[in-house]
């Protein structure tokens, strides 16, 4: 007798121990159940249930009926994973096969949005950071009071600064939503206040006309028009950047034209077709990346840098010492000529690879926005920018500290007295024609970034390039860089207003009218000029 209690114990423990199994599981299996009903108020409630069961095999059975790999065959509730096998959502283990008579279950739109809370909720103590930040931002949409507690466990035991923010922020808009006292919703307010985004001044402007507390309803309007105001900078800042931005992409197009239009004095209409040119010589080489060296991808616009600028020159000595080298000193003729190459080369290019636009693929570090203070920034258009102040700084080492430099400088003030000096002006001409053609191209790798690749894409900056040049000062590369970045950002502030063509009539219209009064630029260069 003594030796069975033992075993009686045991048996009684057992039974314990499955009994609290099955009350822990119990409210997630009975869920599940309603599934089968194919009613979406059942569904409906069945979302809530598992959401608030907190069972393990919740989350990914959520994720599955939002993806629409949820289904039920009589009383077997079984999902899809991304190889196509099938799981059973009660136990979590796989099924021999699918079922025959598995029926997906049906949603709606409003199901959808309780399946985004449910899911916020879940995925609140996920171990990954982003899908955290993600239920958070989910939260301070939805403005779920039903996740309310588990908010509160999940701020308290977040560890990631930027993560507990964003909590933070949704529990304000959930309290917002439904205040529970003034001391809450000032609170509240405050939180919304220091997010101050398009979203936090929606819900607060909402804030300001529903609530009935005049305390509160005080502070909102307060907190709606510090966020305005600070939205009225931001803009301002955000037109600067996108001015900067497209300051860049003008000035690398137009830096190769001024260096040759300052040495040479030809208006060189084929520059444009350089740009193309290191476009096409970027889109060739992510092929051969493609082709034989897929894992080393993301330097294949690294290695395009060379090979456009290589490219370029060596078209440009083809036609400086082919067709301009007969032409100096009669300007006209010059153009007309330049034109023709022009349209040859599109036509090449047209004829080689087609009229429709060519992919060029950025690199994984180019890709994606991130937020600075509150402004939105492209990390393509940002190195776009680094890129350009790279290859301005060059030039200038190129111009003030090589020997090449000194002489292109003497050539450019005066042509006679270098040639008297024994500069051969002759290789200069080709030298400068080549560098300048090269830098087009590499002017094209990073347009190749933010444009169609086409046969056309010279055509879309030529003129842009003239305008640049003029307004900064022929042959001035400090001229070229400050008219760029005002060309770019006045036209960034007049687009709002007149709209892009009409903003980029009044560029020329101001600009003509500049030219009228200081022709030589905005920095005229400075020397002995014999050739008055």
Not at 217 to 236: F, H, P
Not at 332 to 358: C, D, H, K, M, Y
Not at 508 to 519: E, S, T
Request: with cysteine.
């Amino acid at each position: 007798m003594l030796r069975s209690v033992p075993i009686f114990r045991l048996l009684a423990l057992a039974a314990i121990v499955l009994n609290c199994g099955l009350a822990i599981a119990g409210p997630y299996e009975d869920a599940l159940k309603r599934f089968s009903a194919d009613s979406f108020g059942e569904t409906e409630i069945a979302i809530k249930d598992m959401a608030a069961s907190g069972a393990q095999g919740a989350l990914p059975a959520l994720e599955a009926l939002q993806a629409g790999r949820l289904s039920v065959a009589g009383d077997t509730v079984f999902y899809l994973d991304g190889n196509g096998q099938a799981t059973d959502a009660a136990t979590g283990s796989r099924l021999a096969g699918i079922p025959a008579d598995g029926k997906v279950v049906r949603l709606n739109n409003r199901l959808r949005r309780a399946l985004e809370n449910a899911l916020g909720g879940l995925t609140l103590f996920s171990k990954d950071p982003a899908r955290r930040l993600q239920a958070a931002e989910a939260l301070f949409k939805s403005k779920d009071t039903n996740a309310l507690p588990g908010l509160e466990k999940a701020i308290s035991a977040e560890p990631v600064p930027a993560v507990k923010k964003a909590l933070v922020e949704a529990e304000a808009a959930i309290m917002l939503a439904r205040p529970a006292n003034t001391a809450e919703a000032l609170g509240a307010i405050r939180t919304l206040r220091e997010r101050g985004d398009q979203e936090a001044l929606a819900q607060l402007n909402v804030a300001a006309t529903s609530l009935a507390d005049p305390a509160v309803r005080s502070a909102a309007e307060a907190a709606v028009a510090a966020i305005a105001q600070r939205q009225k900078l931001l803009s301002v800042v955000q037109n600067v950047w996108y001015g900067l931005s497209l300051g860049s992409v003008l000035l690398l197009a137009a830096i190769g034209l001024s260096i040759t239009f300052g040495v040479m004095g030809i208006i060189n209409m084929a520059h444009g077709e350089m740009v193309m040119l290191g476009a096409y010589a970027t889109f060739l080489t992510q092929e051969m990346f493609r082709a034989y060296a897929p894992g080393w991808f993301d330097w294949s616009l690294a290695a395009a840098i060379p090979v456009a600028f290589l490219l370029a020159a060596a078209v440009g000595v083809v036609i400086e010492r082919g067709i301009i080298r007969f032409l100096y000193g009669r300007p006209l003729e010059t153009l007309l000529a330049t034109f023709g190459v022009s349209l040859i080369l599109q036509q090449s290019i047209r004829t080689l690879f087609g009229p429709t636009n060519r992919e060029v693929t950025a690199p994984a570090f180019m890709s994606g926005n991130f937020d600075l203070f509150g402004l939105s920034i492209a990390y393509g258009r940002m190195w776009i920018i680094v890129f350009t102040l790279a290859v301005f700084a060059f030039l200038l080492f190129l111009l003030k500290a090589t020997p090449l430099g000194l002489r292109m400088r003497a050539v450019t003030q005066n042509r006679r007295m270098a040639a008297s000096m024994g500069i051969r002006t002759a290789f200069v001409d080709s030298a400068t024609f080549a560098l300048g053609s090269g830098i087009a191209g590499v002017a094209g790798v990073a347009l190749s970034q933010i444009d169609n690749v086409s046969p056309n894409l010279g055509q879309s900056y030529i003129i842009d390039s003239f305008m640049v040049v003029v307004f900064g000062g022929v042959g001035n590369l400090w001229g070229t860089l400050v008219s760029a970045f005002a060309l770019g950002i006045g036209n960034k502030f007049l687009e709002p207003v007149a709209g892009a063509v009409l903003a980029k009539i009044a560029i020329l219209v101001c600009l003509i009218l500049f030219i009228q009064k200081r022709p030589s630029g905005l920095f005229a260069l400075k020397g002995r000029a014999v050739e008055q």
